[in-house]
């Protein structure tokens, strides 16, 4: 499974970014799909995260000002984030796991809030 991250860039605090990634398998629709964020000087954390079955899970930090969704047709995950601050400086990766315990991640994409 590779996946695809896109949609970080530079942003001012208070504004919104979505991101989105693209999986290449037909296997989507069996995929659990999470957004970690590696915050600098930080390991990455989870922020969000949709199960096969839509179930969502949202992490901590960022709860609240964030959408996570999916459309198994487009074989895509998107996470919207509002009201962004200059600490959700990061990079964004996007991360999909089988049933059976497999995972993949896709490479991040970095997203850039200033004050």
């Known amino acids: 499974v590779q996946l695809q991250a896109s949609g970080g860039g530079l942003v001012e605090a208070g504004g919104s970014l979505t991101l989105s990634c693209r999986a290449n398998?037909?296997?989507?629709?069996?995929?659990?799909m999470d957004w970690y964020c590696q915050f600098p000087g930080n390991d990455r954390e989870l922020v969000a995260k949709?199960?096969?079955?839509?179930?969502?899970h949202y992490g901590d930090y960022m709860k609240g000002r964030i959408t996570i969704s999916r459309d198994d047709a487009k074989q895509s995950v998107s996470l919207q984030i509002n009201n962004l601050r200059p600490e959700d400086t990061g990079v964004f990766y996007c991360?999909?796991?089988?049933?059976?315990?497999?995972?993949?991640w896709g490479q991040g994409t970095l997203v850039t809030v200033s004050s």
């Open positions: 991360h999909a796991e089988m049933r059976g315990g497999a995972s993949f």
């Open positions: 398998t037909n296997f989507f629709r069996a995929l659990t």
């Open positions: 949709i199960t096969d079955r839509g179930i969502i």
